[in-house]
């Protein structure tokens, strides 16, 4: 058992508020989901808010709950703008109020006489605590050694400018004894996903949604990515992309993981290089991985082997890790725009309109142009829709013309009406004759396009469920079983109405 306990008592609930109010109810929320929680009291706005509170924790003290009181210094990275007398005083208070735990940071020791630490009457137990903001902690193994035998356990926090620095974060921090690693930034949250997994006495989330990138709340640690049950046994896959943040990839493969009682995960790369992502892929021992924008067309030459469309399209976004560590690359790009067309339209010597060029372009052209459709292309560069069509044996259909010409479907692969542009159209209501419009964009669900089709009696078809079609076949073609559609689709659409309601209250 780890010093704070076992299973969800490793993941550590961070409640930081500026009213004691809010403290409060965020304490009551942190506890339904785990007994371990750090007190932020610098977060308080003043030193009557943190009086306060510490005064109701001592009337409400949480039975069975693992308590660290952190008040840290501007100095050290925190909030609380006091004197190092006057964090010892908070901490203290803190002590009577049932904090079993504080965070002191080492910028405080320092500054007080050695052996003393333990005069001030502070928590029972002390976690020395080194962050840095902006780089990576010294990883020195003498590292806290002044402290080690008036101290309980350290923390090193660090911002992770590469996937490496972040694996070597959790390598150093194993080698040590009773130690939490938190690689910070967005590059490190897979490793500060894996933490727990690697050794690191806690994880740290969240209870208010994360406010900053590279944070995922409590609820997303504990039920998505399931931080505390993570073990050898866990198969690992991932998203590279760049940015990465708004994916909702990591909700839809972990959701069917969830469904189908798998022992595995997968977790969003922030990757601006994908060297040093493929460097770091056997560290995390990844079985596969999806590729969003911009390495779609780069990652190709990273490959062993890709299938023989990927090769022609000219762009992968699903890459299986065989067992002897080559990368294979597959398109389920071009699945997820046959599945989600197909099933309103015989595909076979239908006319399709797709409009840009780009990667979306390319792989709905090479799929409907195999599904034996004909396919036309209308893009603002004339030059790159006249080599997409050439390539598919399509052919090029200048903008002015849509006024006067039909087709049975519209596919709109250009990002116009995507959030938060959502108030355009790629196409005027005139220019749509046709049976079918499908929109790749799902931010927002329901775009203007296509609101502007539904309005002409017109059939739509969602990018969601493109998005929903390609995230199936890559977790089918990993899993090599028949993926929990229902659920999958479920929480997407959820996810994505609860983003727009987010957007439209004020
Ligand atoms: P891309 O490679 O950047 O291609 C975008 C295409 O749109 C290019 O032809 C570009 O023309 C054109 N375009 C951009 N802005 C334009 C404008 N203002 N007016 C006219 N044309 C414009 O992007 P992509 O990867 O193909 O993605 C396109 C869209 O599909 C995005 O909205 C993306 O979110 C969506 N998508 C959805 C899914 C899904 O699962 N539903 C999957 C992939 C992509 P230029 O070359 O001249 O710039």
């Known amino acids: 058992m780890g010093l704070f306990g076992k299973g969800v008592a490793r993941i550590c609930a961070v409640v930081a508020a500026s ?27 003043k030193d009557s808010e943190r009086r306060s509170f510490l005064s109701w924790l001592r009337r409400n003290r949480p039975r069975r709950a693992v308590l660290l009181a952190t008040c840290r210094r501007r100095q050290g990275g925190g909030l609380f703008a006091g004197s190092v007398q006057a964090e010892l005083h908070w901490l203290s208070q803190a002590a009577e109020a049932g904090c079993l735990w504080c965070d002191l940071e ?131 896959f991932g998203v590279i992309g760049d940015p990465i943040a708004h ?12 469904a189908r009682k798998i022992n595995a995960v997968y977790l969003p790369f922030l990757v601006h290089n994908l060297r040093d992502f493929l460097k770091s892929a056997p560290d995390f021992g990844l079985r596969g991985f999806s590729v969003t924008l911009p390495h779609k067309q780069a990652i190709l030459r990273h490959l062993q082997d890709c299938d023989a469309l990927s090769a022609e399209i000219g762009a992968v976004n699903t890459v299986v890790v065989r067992r002897d560590g080559s990368l294979y690359g597959c398109n389920t790009d071009y699945v997820g725009v046959l599945r989600a067309l197909e099933k309103k339209l015989p595909l076979p010597k239908s006319r399709v309109l797709i409009l840009g ?31 997409l069509a050439r390539a598919v044996g399509g052919e090029v259909v200048p903008r002015h013309t849509l006024r006067t010409q039909s087709f049975d479907a519209i596919l709109n692969a250009t990002p116009i009406g995507m959030y938060p542009h959502s108030a355009i159209s790629p196409l005027a209501p005139g220019e749509l004759h046709c049976r079918i419009v499908m929109d790749l964009i799902y931010r927002p669900e329901r775009t203007k396009l296509l609101k502007l089709a539904a309005r002409k009696r017109i059939a739509t078809v969602s990018g969601v469920e493109m998005f929903l079609a390609q995230g199936i076949a890559q977790w089918e073609l990993w899993m090599k079983r028949s993926a929990p559609e229902r659920s999958m689709r479920r929480a997407v659409l959820t996810a994505l109405r609860e983003e727009e309601r987010r957007r439209s209250s004020p």
């Open 19 to 45: 009213s004691a109010r809010e403290m409060a109810a965020q304490l009551r929320h942190a506890l339904r989901e785990t007994p371990t929680v750090e007190l932020r009291l610098d977060w308080l706005a």
């Open 106 to 236: 080492i910028e405080t020791l320092r500054k007080l006489p050695r052996n003393l630490i333990r005069h001030h009457s502070l928590p029972r137990h002390i976690l020395l605590s080194v962050h840095d903001f902006r780089r990576m902690p010294p990883l020195n193994p003498a590292i806290g050694a002044r402290w080690r035998d008036e101290v309980d356990a350290i923390k090193l926090a660090g911002e992770a400018p590469t996937i490496a620095d972040s694996v070597r974060l959790l390598r150093f921090a194993a080698g040590l004894r009773d130690c939490v690693a938190v690689p910070m930034g967005e590059v490190g949250l897979p490793a500060r996903l894996l933490a727990l997994r690697e050794g690191s006495a806690l994880a740290y989330a969240p209870v208010a949604s994360a406010t900053a990138p590279g944070q995922v709340s409590l609820q997303e640690m504990k039920h998505l990515y399931r931080a505390h049950a993570l073990n050898r046994h866990t198969q690992v």
């Open 247 to 258: 994916s909702l990839s990591p909700l839809l493969h972990n959701t069917a993981f969830i």
């Open 357 to 387: 060029a780009g990667g979306a372009a390319r792989a709905a052209a090479f799929a409907l142009s195999r599904a034996g459709a004909g396919v036309y292309i209308c893009a603002r560069r004339e030059n790159a829709a006249r080599e």
